[in-house]
C-alpha cells in the first residue's frame, strides 16, 4: 500500500540617515533582478516575459507585474523583501532596503556588491536551502508515520458518509477517521505520505507536516487501463472513475499540485493516453492548460448546461442527474 516584514514596519519606511525611500509601488521593477541575484538564472523552458520559473519543474515562480513569488511545494510566497527575507536571512524591512542598496538597486551611500560578496551570499543560500531541505525531509518522514499508522487504523468508509452522499459517489477504497473521510497521498511507487481528511460539510485539510507536492490520491486503478485522467479533487476523481471504468483516475488534491503531478504520471505511464480534467474557473483553467502542456497530454473541462453552476465534472454530474430527475 502505499506529506517579516518587522513589526510596525511599512515597505515606504524612510531610513534615518539614508536617501532612500522605497515605495511600495516602486518594488515590483526589482522582482526580476532581485529573483535573477537571490535564485539565479530562471529555467528557460518554463519561464516567459510575464513570469520567471525556477527549478526543474518551475516549483517557484516569480510574477514580473506583480512584483510577487510563490514557491509552490512549499506553500509560502510574497512581495520582493520577502524574497529578499527568506534567501538572505533579513528579518526588518531596513535589512532588505540595505540588500537592495549593496545589490546596487536602491542608490544609498554602502559599497556596491563584489563579485566575492555576491559568491559568499550564493554559498550562504545553498547552506540554508539545504538546511530547510533536510529539517522539511524529516518532517516529511514524521508524517508519513503518522499518515500509515491513521491509515492502517482507520476502517473502510460507510457509503451513507455525509460527504459521500452530498457528493452522489462511492467510497472507492476510501476509509474513515473519528468520522472524517480519509484519503490516501501517495508517490508514484505507492508510498503513502500523507492524508487528506473530509468532513461531511465537505471541509478539507492535509495531515499536518505531510507532503503534498508531486503527490495524489489514487482514485481508480484498473489492471488495464485504457487511459489515464488526471483531475484536481478527490470527488471529481470518483465521478470520473464511475463514467470512465476503464481509466485509471488520479487526483492531485488541487490545481497548483495538477502540472507537477502530470509530468510525474506521464514517466510513469509513457504511453498511456492522457486526459487532464480540469475545473472551469480561472486557476483550474491555467493549471489544467499548464499541465497538458508539460505532460502532452488532452485537455477537457466540463460544459454546464445554460444557467447551470458549477466548476468541476462532479458539478456537471450533479446538475445533469437533478435536471434528468425533473
Given at each position: 500500500m502505499w506529506g517579516h516584514r518587522g513589526p510596525g514596519?511599512?515597505?515606504?519606511?524612510?531610513?534615518?540617515?539614508?536617501?532612500?525611500?522605497?515605495?511600495?509601488?516602486?518594488?515590483?521593477?526589482?522582482?526580476?533582478?532581485?529573483?535573477?541575484?537571490?535564485?539565479?538564472?530562471?529555467?528557460?523552458?518554463?519561464s516567459s516575459s510575464r513570469e520567471l520559473r525556477y527549478g526543474r519543474h518551475g516549483s517557484v515562480s516569480v510574477d514580473l507585474a506583480a512584483g510577487t513569488w510563490y514557491d509552490h511545494e512549499a506553500g509560502t510566497g510574497g512581495g520582493v523583501l520577502d524574497l529578499i527575507r527568506r534567501e538572505t536571512g533579513a528579518v526588518t524591512t531596513r535589512d532588505c532596503l540595505a540588500w537592495l542598496e549593496r545589490a546596487g538597486l536602491l542608490p544609498g551611500g554602502s559599497?556596491?556588491?563584489?563579485?566575492?560578496?555576491?559568491?559568499?551570499?550564493?554559498?550562504?543560500?545553498?547552506?540554508?536551502?539545504?538546511?530547510?531541505?533536510?529539517?522539511?525531509?524529516?518532517?516529511?518522514?514524521?508524517?508519513?508515520?503518522?499518515?500509515?499508522?491513521i491509515w492502517n487504523a482507520a476502517k473502510p468508509a460507510d457509503p451513507g458518509h455525509g460527504y459521500l452522499r452530498r457528493k452522489g459517489v462511492e467510497p472507492h477504497g476510501a476509509r474513515e477517521h473519528r468520522g472524517l473521510l480519509c484519503l490516501p497521498v501517495a508517490d508514484f511507487e505507492r508510498a503513502l505520505w500523507s492524508l487528506q481528511f473530509i468532513e461531511a460539510s465537505g471541509f478539507k485539510r492535509l495531515l499536518k507536516g505531510g507532503r503534498k507536492a508531486g503527490r495524489f490520491i489514487p482514485v481508480s486503478e484498473p489492471q488495464e487501463p485504457e487511459r489515464l485522467l488526471l483531475c484536481e479533487g478527490w470527488a471529481t476523481g470518483a465521478t470520473l472513475a464511475e463514467h470512465k471504468p476503464e481509466a485509471l483516475v488520479l487526483a492531485a488534491i488541487d490545481a497548483g499540485n495538477l502540472p507537477t503531478v502530470a509530468v510525474g504520471a506521464r514517466r510513469c505511464w509513457p504511453n498511456l493516453p492522457m486526459v487532464i480534467c480540469g475545473d472551469a474557473d480561472p486557476a483550474g483553467t491555467e493549471a489544467a492548460n499548464r499541465a497538458a502542456r508539460a505532460a502532452g497530454a488532452e485537455v477537457a473541462f466540463p460544459e454546464f448546461p445554460p444557467g447551470a453552476a458549477g466548476s468541476d465534472f462532479n458539478d456537471l454530474a450533479a446538475v445533469l442527474a437533478t435536471r434528468g430527475a425533473a
Open positions: 514596519e511599512s515597505i515606504g519606511e524612510h531610513r534615518r540617515g539614508h536617501h532612500t525611500c522605497a515605495h511600495s509601488w516602486e518594488l515590483p521593477d526589482l522582482a526580476e533582478p532581485v529573483a535573477r541575484l537571490l535564485l539565479g538564472e530562471p529555467n528557460p523552458r518554463l559599497e556596491p556588491f563584489t563579485r566575492v560578496d555576491l559568491a559568499e551570499r550564493a554559498a550562504e543560500r545553498e547552506r540554508a536551502r539545504a538546511a530547510r531541505a533536510a529539517a522539511e525531509r524529516r518532517e516529511h518522514l514524521a508524517a508519513a508515520e503518522r499518515a500509515l499508522r
